[in-house]
């Protein structure tokens, strides 16, 4: 059973910082792909960040420039730095996890960031 761990939310203020990780029961090595999502209270889960097993990235353009996702495949962990933080980056951040083979999607319990004064 594949499960995902988020920590790393909280509240900051505008122009803050903060460092999510997403920790992977077991190898990170069988994804395909991996990312992270944020859903905010009545919208729809967007996609913020993902990377491939080749470690290439993409980002949501909201967040281009300020957030840089990055993989340890030594620790199992998946990780999103957040910089220069908005009001409107707050939600709930979720860790995504995909196999193609078998189409195998994984999402864990998720984590608040809360961008505040």
């Known amino acids: 059973q594949v499960q995902l761990v988020e920590s790393g939310g909280g509240l900051v203020q505008p122009g803050g910082s903060l460092r999510l990780s997403c920790a992977v029961s077991?190898?990170?090595?069988?994804?395909?792909?991996m990312g992270w999502y944020r859903q905010a209270p009545g919208k729809q889960r967007d996609m913020v960040a993902g990377?491939?097993?080749?470690?290439?990235?993409r980002y949501a353009d909201s967040v281009k420039g300020r957030f840089t996702i990055s993989r340890d495949n030594a620790k199992n962990t998946l990780y999103l730095q957040m910089n220069s933080l908005k009001p409107e980056d707050t939600a709930v951040y979720y860790c995504?996890?995909?196999?193609?083979?078998?189409?195998?999607?994984?999402w864990g319990q998720g984590t608040q960031v809360t961008v505040s004064s």
């Open positions: 077991g190898s990170i090595d069988r994804f395909n792909a």
């Open positions: 990377i491939t097993s080749g470690g290439n990235p």
């Open positions: 995504n996890a995909v196999i193609l083979l078998g189409s195998r999607d994984y």
